[in-house]
Every structure is written in C-alpha cells, then in structure tokens.
C-alpha cells in the first residue's frame, strides 16, 4: 500500500461544494489501496480578508497574534474536510500543524519548519483514517508559540509531511492543470509542462511563479520527493516536479522552461550615500537586522562632482514599512539624503536551464522588451534567469511580449484556469 500526500490549495475548497468535491477525491485515492494525508489551505480568500481585519484593529499587528489569528483559516477548512469525508463513509481526523509534529524556528509570519514528528499522523494512519492536515503552520520548538510559514506556506508543509513520512509523492491540486510557460491568467497561450526539473522549477517559483512556493521546492529537492501539480477540478494529469523524467514523463529541449513575473515587490532607492567602502555594508546590515529579505541590488555611478550616489534595492511590498523604519532609525550612522519607496514596480523573469548555453537569450529578451515598449529599471542575472524590473502598468503586456517571441506560445488549447481569484 502506498502513501501519498495531497494538498489542495484555497481555491480547491473555496466553499461547501468545493469541499465535498475534494472529499470525494481523497476517498477516491483511499479507495485504490492509498493510505493519504491531506494537507488543506485556506477557504478562498480566508486568509487575506484575516489579514484586512487584522489591519483595521492595528497597523503593524503583533506577530505572535497575527500568527495564532492567521492559522485560524486552515482549521476551519481542516475540520470541514474532516467532516465532508466521514459524511462519505470513510474515517478522517482533522489536526493543527502543532498536533501534526511540525516544529519551526520562532521567527514569526515566516518561521522555517526545522523537524516533522508526524507520530499522531501515522498513528492516525494505522488506525485506517485519512489524515487531514492545516497546512502553513506549526509550533515554534523553544517557545511553543503557533507560527506561520509565510503566504504560500501550505505547499511546504505538504512537502515536508511527504518527506517525514517517506510518500511515494506529494500532489499539489490548485485551479490550473500544472506548471505552464507563464501563468495562465495572464497568458493565456501558455502552454503545460509535462516535466521540469527542480533546478527550473526554483528559479520559477523564486521569480513569482506561485503555482508552487519556493521554500516548498527547495525542501522537495533535498529530500527528493517527486511533486506532482495538477488541478482539483478536472482529472487530467498535471506536471511533474523531480531530477529526473520517470515513465513517459516528457522532456522539452527547450532553451527556455518559462516566463515568470511577480508583482509583490517594492523598490526602496537610498539616496546622497557617500561612495566609500563599508556604506552599502552599513544599509544592508541595517536590513539584515530588521529580518527582511531583500532581493534585486543596483548602485548607481556617483556624481563626480559630489562624491554621493544612490542604491536601489527591491524587496517584499509586505515588508516595506518595516525597512524604511530601520534606516531612518540609523540614519545617522548609515549617512544619507533621503529615501523613496516605489510599489509601483513588477518583475520579470525568464528562465532556464538552456540559456548557459545559448547565446543571444539576454538580447532577446531586451529587444521584445524594447518592441513592447516596456522600459527596463533593474536588472539581475544567475546562470539560468534573466530578471528586469518594469513599471507594474507594463506587466502584463511585457510577459506575453516575451513568451511570444521565444516561441513559447501553444498553438492548441488555450490555458484554463478554473477557479480563484488571482489575489
Ligand atoms: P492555491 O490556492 O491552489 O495554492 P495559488 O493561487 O497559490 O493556488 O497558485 C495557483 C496560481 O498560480 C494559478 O491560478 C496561476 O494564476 C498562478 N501561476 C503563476 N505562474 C504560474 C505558472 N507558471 N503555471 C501555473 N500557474 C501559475
Ligand atoms: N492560506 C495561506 C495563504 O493564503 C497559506 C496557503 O494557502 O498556502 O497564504
Ligand atoms: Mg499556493
């Protein structure tokens, strides 16, 4: 008998109907010999109208609350679930992620799962119940505080579930049909991947593509669980996530695996910092200290004549208040003019493997770039990404510019997306 995990994400069970086709799916995949775990988001927009709410009672909200309030959208679609699969005649038990074993670290909003004791899970199992799991949370391992693994973060607990418990595979249902060459609400000639390899799948996820959380394929690929995405409301079969193709998984040769885009950062520009060593040493410690994780850099040429210049740096919208706080509270030491914050700006990125060895990728990026109009602000490279940063107006155009001119474009189907809200 096998052992899958299955996470179904807040648009696979947006309302009482949604639940109950999901039941009828997990009791499917008991039905054939299955033992399952569920890992459950969410109802539909459940956690960003929590966080609006939580908005209105307080500004800048306390982590350890905002924590134990957050979690309280993935228990009540855990135990519903719970409730929809014994209204069918099979056993389920609904747990937290404390109750579950997953143990994080205490940084709250984004804590890191540090171990999985799933005892109660297999004890659950053995008895013949189908487990169902909260997903994106857990309990921090030297305060026991519930936590939160950061928006997204039921993907990961999937993924570390499947590797606690040595799972077969772990499946991702959402509203899409799998992985595609961009995601389908914007480009609707993106095309499905049938296979793609964790290394692709990372820069994809990295650069936006929230299909599959990157923390969650990170963790995938060092315990090597196979992911496979796939969507809850039809039964095609989905895109698989792993090293190496299996079976009659396909391989596309191409140059390029995709196009991401991501509109969830912001740009801060410091400006009038003196050009001497330790400066940008001195704003990005300051960061550092705050925990917020930034992402693209660039440091303009100074101006002769003053001696100063400006560094721009791109980070989460959702930490932006934090970050500007910390470098006016040191701008005495760090030493500069002023700060401007900008989130009206998108990112884009192309993606693959192919493109190490190809020459050419960067110049024709830019030029359908420059074809559509799209002025580029930053840009950043690894060996198998190309990152801009646009005016957020431009992106939608700019992705599809940019899928059509490396052929990415399908010429059967157009991509469905089948539910959700896209927030
Ligand atoms: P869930 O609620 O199931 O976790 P998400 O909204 O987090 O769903 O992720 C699914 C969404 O990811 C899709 O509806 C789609 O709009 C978006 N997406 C972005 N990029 C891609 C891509 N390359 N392939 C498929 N979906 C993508
Ligand atoms: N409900 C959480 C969120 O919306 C976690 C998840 O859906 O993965 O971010
Ligand atoms: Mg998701």
Redesign the pocket.
Known sequence: MGLVVQKY????VADAEGIKRVAKRIVDAKKNGNQVVVVV?AMGDTTDELIDLAEQVSPIPAGREFDMLLTAGERISMALLAMAIKNLGHEAQSFTGSQAGVITDSVHNKARIIDVTPGRIRTALDEGNIAIVAGFQGVSHDKKDITTLGR?G??TTAVALAAALDAEVCEI????D????????VVTK?RKIDWISFEDMLE?AASG???LLHRCVEYARRYNIPIHVRSSFSGLRGTWVSNEPQGDQKVEHAIIS?V?HDVSEAKITVVGVPDKPGEAAAIFRTIANAEVNIDMVVQNVSAASTGLTDISFTLPKAEGRKAIDALERNRGVIGFDSLRYDDQIAKISLVGAGMKTNPGVTAGFFEALSDAGVNIELISTSEIRISVVTRVDDVNEAVRAVHTAFGLDSDSDEAV?YG?T?R
Do not use: Q
């Open positions: 994400g807040g648009s696979s988001s997204g039921s993907d249902y959402t509203d899409v799998g992985v595609f060459t961009a995601d389908p609400r993106a994809l593509s929230k299909v995709g991401a997306v959700g896209g």
